[in-house]
């Protein structure tokens, strides 16, 4: 199966530690994106990329949260000092470019004692 | 595995009846609407999508219908199986947005064997 792949699956830390979770999007696809899902709702958007570049990124996403892709292939989302607020389901997606269908991971559940 | 959509709307149909699944969308601008399928425990899967040049388009067992006027999309699935049992998000985009998916709320179908 080459689809999306999402790790880890599942992360359970500490209030203020910081968390790095990596994408690896289909292969070829040049658009990669983030959400984040809580119990009950649909997915929200974070930020994109485009090859490299990340060309937005929603209000949601505060100071402690960072996303790279260098090089235009994986990607990681990167969450510091932690906080309860920051437990949810984090996904990760990749389309073929504008206007095509996006293709999510199984996303990396993040648990905050 | 994790529950998705503990409080969602839900619609319980009888195992090969027809099922659909109506959504409504805030933006006007939106020129993209997707329907997703999402399992507990697993990212959206990818169903069916449609531009906003269409109002109807089909697909294996599955059919998307939008009306513009009303800012309208539904999802209809023929011959409604229990493996069809999920949460079911329609999702809209816009060129000028990025075609970031901006998801709706979910409903949850059951099918009763």
């Known amino acids: 199966d080459t689809g999306v792949s999402q790790d880890p699956r599942h992360k359970i830390t500490k209030r203020g530690q910081n968390v790095t979770f990596r994408c690896d999007p289909i292969s070829e696809h040049n658009r990669l994106y983030w959400y984040r899902q809580t119990l009950g709702q649909g997915p929200e958007f974070l930020t994109y990329?485009?090859?490299?570049?990340?060309?937005?990124k929603s209000r949601l996403l505060s100071d402690r949260f960072s996303a790279e892709r260098p090089k235009g292939s994986f990607s990681t989302l990167e969450i510091q000092r932690t906080e309860q607020g920051d437990s949810a389901m984090y996904l990760c997606a990749s389309s073929l470019g504008v206007g095509q269908p996006q293709h999510f991971g199984d996303g990396t559940r993040l648990s905050i004692l | 595995g994790e529950s998705v959509g503990l409080h969602l709307p839900t619609l319980s149909v009888q195992e090969g009846d027809n099922s659909i699944i109506n959504c409504a969308y805030s933006n006007s601008a939106s020129d993209y609407f997707i329907w997703y399928k999402q399992e507990s425990g697993k990212g959206p899967q990818f169903i069916i999508d449609?531009?906003?040049?269409?109002d109807k388009r089909q697909g294996q067992r599955v059919t998307v219908l939008l009306n513009k006027t009303v800012k309208h999309l539904s999802l209809q699935i023929a011959a409604t199986q229990p493996g069809d049992s999920a949460v079911y998000f329609c999702?809209?985009?816009?060129?000028?947005?990025?075609?970031?998916?901006?998801f709706g709320a979910g409903t949850r179908l059951f099918v009763k064997a």
């Open positions: 990329f485009q090859n490299e570049a990340q060309l937005e």
């Open positions: 999702a809209e985009g816009s060129n000028t947005g990025g075609f970031k998916t901006i």
């Open positions: 449609i531009r906003s040049n269409m």
